[in-house]
């Protein structure tokens, strides 16, 4: 692809998001979801959601790089992303990757215009960080699984109608060996989803238990036992694909930020932590063009997509901090009044960004990924 | 590793630089010429007769007249064995300066006669403004300290800060041009303060309007080139220190097993690398975007050199902390490498100056961001 064809690419995508309207954002958790859906749906319908993917299953069949394009343009023009995250950046991926012909007649284009929204079914109460210990389990009863157990930390799962399950098909394998990855719908006789409170008060995440699901053998993504590999590919796009999106998502917050701070007074010492933060994002700017030139070249998963997950977290950690300081003695009981920062959601953003080092894996479990994949560290198990 | 999409060039010279310092930084006389003064009259000529000067001097000139991402493959590796020159001064500011200079013939004659050239940019060690260079009668007042390679050179290529930024070439060895060494903790970087006292100059532009633009043009262009190549400087010394420190974590053994087997060494490598690929993606998006509008040059460079600042001096003490006491000691060579970076980190401003910069300019005013 040529730059000139990129940079025409880039002022329709310009032009578009100018002449649409990006919805505002309540912040109230269920108003906000509804207005993130409509806003994916008109996405969709105008051509901009599914980029990259191929054009015979619904995406326009552009390049990444045409894709990052609009995620920096809808940053530029202070847009939200499309709802379906999960579905867009984590299991999509793995669902092109691996995916039948009939899978991806039938899941696709629904991804695609968030008609079917999807959740990821991998963490557990005893599975954290040492995921391939997951219990939940499924058994092959003719041409149908039963699923049996329960995910922790699912991301979006009340409102999702599809969630990708890493469940134990072979207990007699050893841990990763005998994994599956099934792909289940949330309406299934016997899935139960219970949100749970965060610190920030929104209830995005969930538990999700699962009691004699049935799910047809048809929707095992993968080989049967062969579900580790693809759920290190869903988490490498996790942890790479999904940084990009997450980037514009902080660029959108820094913008907002730096318009409240030029209305109000500021003394220098703004300055400088605005222009640090600054600074960072303009460092995982920098990173996410190389994430783009991985996924082109089919290195996903590599252990650079946990160098990108670890920038994106100390990156958003860095900037809702800063938010934070400017709060000053107010950062838990925000003013609402003679400022123009909007507190609320400073400290919103602030609590979310501390998931930022936990979830696709934890800082420390990344650390570790560098070290012994990338630098060549003896392993100590 | 940066890679550098617009060039096909960067990736062989930075090969070929490396083979070059490879052989000659091995060589027992430089070494010793090195160890003793910091400065080796044949390693600076191997590297003036291997062409690395010519790479960005326009072609009518005997040049390859390419660019900056071309050039900047051989700043890695010249950070990377801590090679002592004045390779900005040379093969970057001299060639900007003499292919938009209007007044180009006394530039054109040093460069034809191989004269050894340093940049003199107060800028450079954010020197207070009033000290900067000055014409006053038609003579040049004032002073620029930290001026790398000072002491070696035959001419300085000075920037004169008022009214408006220019270029103007002064000769080391005339009258009211008088040079102190700084003593230094870098091996690789001799600094001097230069002083003139009423010394005579060539301009290198017309004193014209349009003129006047086109070098403040240049000055800058020159300060973004600085901020980026140093960073490419940066992210070659540190990556050495890295690489380092990861090989010695392999090989130092105690409690029975490396001590890169141990979780909080490898976090600490690890946090080392992941800070190193940021600044290398840095560098990579200030050489790509160099040929865009001047605002998003300056800001891709600035950044870079920010991240510079900071990721050079971060590894460098890792790098010492993983090594242990050995790295304390002035017999082993790792303190080279850090000290080095330090010379580097605070030169066209560090990582807390910028922030500032960047700042100012973002809370003051509507600032292109990204």
């Known amino acids: 692809m040529t730059p000139p064809a990129l940079e025409a ?21 269920r108003l906000r979801t509804e207005a993130l859906r409509e806003w994916h749906s008109t996405l969709y319908r105008s051509g901009w959601v599914g980029i990259d993917w191929p054009r015979e299953l619904g995406g326009q069949g552009l390049s990444l790089e045409h894709a990052l394009i609009f995620i920096e343009e809808s940053a530029r023009a202070g847009a939200p992303q499309p709802f379906g995250a999960i579905g867009l950046h984590v299991v999509g991926p793995t669902l092109l990757r691996y995916g039948t012909g009939e899978q991806l007649a039938r899941f696709v284009e629904p991804l695609l215009s968030g008609k079917e929204i999807w959740c990821q079914g991998f963490s557990e109460p005893d599975a954290g960080s040492d995921l391939a210990s997951l219990r939940t389990r499924a058994v092959l009863e003719d041409d149908e699984f039963v699923l049996t157990g329960q995910k922790i930390w699912t991301s979006w799962a009340d409102d999702s109608d599809w969630c990708a399950v890493l469940a134990r098909t072979d207990p007699d394998r050893a841990q990763h060996k005998g994994i599956s990855y099934l792909l289940v719908d949330m309406k299934t006789p016997g899935v139960t989803v219970r949100p749970i409170t965060q610190i920030t008060g929104d209830a995005e995440f969930c538990e999700v238990f699962f009691e004699d699901v049935r799910v047809p053998r048809s929707n095992l993504l993968g080989p049967l036992h062969g579900g580790w590999e693809l759920a290190m590919h869903t988490l490498g796009h996790e942890r790479s694909g999904y940084a990009l999106r997450r980037r514009a998502e902080l660029e959108v917050s820094y913008r907002n930020l730096l318009d409240a701070i030029r209305l109000g007074d500021s003394g220098p010492d703004v300055a400088v932590r605005i222009g640090a933060a600054y600074v960072t994002l303009r460092g995982l700017s920098a990173l996410s063009r190389r994430a783009v030139r991985r996924a082109r070249n089919g290195e996903v998963p590599s252990p650079l997509d946990s160098v990108d997950k670890l920038a994106l977290a100390k990156g958003e950690q860095q900037l809702f901090g800063t938010a934070l300081d400017l709060l000053g003695a107010h950062r838990a009981a925000p003013l609402t009044e003679g400022t123009s920062l909007d507190g609320e959601q400073i400290v919103k953003d602030y609590l979310h960004g501390r998931a930022a080092s936990v979830y696709g894996g ?9 070290a012994e994949r990338l630098l060549g560290l003896p392993r100590m198990r | 590793m940066i890679e550098i999409s617009a060039s096909d060039f960067a990736k062989e010279f930075e090969a070929a630089a490396a083979r070059l310092l490879d052989v000659q930084m091995a060589r027992t006389p430089i070494r010793e010429q090195l160890e003793q003064s910091g400065w080796s009259e044949p390693l600076w000529t191997s590297v003036v007769d291997a062409g690395w000067l010519d790479v960005m001097l326009p072609q009518h000139l005997g040049g390859l007249g390419l660019g900056i991402g071309d050039v900047s493959g051989i700043f890695t590796a010249a950070g990377r064995y801590l090679l002592p020159g004045p390779l900005f001064d040379n093969a970057v500011a001299v ?32 020197q207070a403004g009033d000290s900067r260079p000055v014409v006053r009668d038609g003579r040049l007042f004032g002073s620029v300290d930290l001026v790398r390679l000072g002491g070696a050179a035959d001419h300085f290529l000075v920037v004169v800060e008022e009214p408006e930024p220019t270029l103007v070439m002064a000769d080391a060895g005339m009258p009211g041009v008088s040079l102190h060494r700084r003593r230094t903790f870098d091996s690789a970087a001799e600094h001097a303060r230069i002083v003139f006292d009423g010394a005579e100059f060539e301009p290198l532009f017309e004193n014209c309007k349009g003129d006047t633009a086109r070098a403040a043009a240049v000055v800058a262009e020159l300060r973004d080139a600085a901020r980026l190549l140093f960073s490419c400087e940066i992210a070659g010394t540190a990556r050495h220190l890295l690489d380092s420190a990861v090989l010695y974590a392999k090989e130092r053994e105690q409690f029975g097993r490396p001590i890169g087997a141990f979780q909080a060494i490898q976090h600490l490598l690890a946090t080392l690398a992941t800070r190193q690929i940021t600044l290398e993606a840095a560098c990579e998006q200030g050489l790509n975007s160099w040929d865009s509008e001047p605002a998003s040059r300056y800001v891709a460079a600035t950044t870079a050199k920010a991240i510079a600042a900071e990721v050079g001096r971060v590894v460098g003490e890792g790098a010492l902390q993983v090594h242990g006491g050995i790295a304390f000691t002035r017999e082993f060579p790792l303190h ?10 605070g030169r066209y401003g560090d990582q807390h100056t910028i922030a500032a910069e960047l700042g100012n300019l973002l809370v003051g005013k509507e600032f292109a961001l990204w």
Do not use: F, M
């Open chain 1, 362 to 370: 934890s800082e420390q479990i990344q650390l570790t990924i560098v």
């Open chain 1, 9 to 29: 690419y880039r002022a329709s995508a310009r032009s578009w998001l100018a002449a649409s309207a990006p919805p505002p954002l309540p912040q109230d958790y």
């Open chain 2, 95 to 126: 060639p900007l300066a003499v292919g938009q200079a209007t007044r180009d013939k006394h530039l054109t004659n040093l460069i034809a006669g191989r004269k050894r050239i340093s940049l003199a940019d107060g800028a450079a060690s954010g």
């Open chain 2, 336 to 345: 080279r490498w850090h000290v080095h970076v330090l010379g580097l980190q």
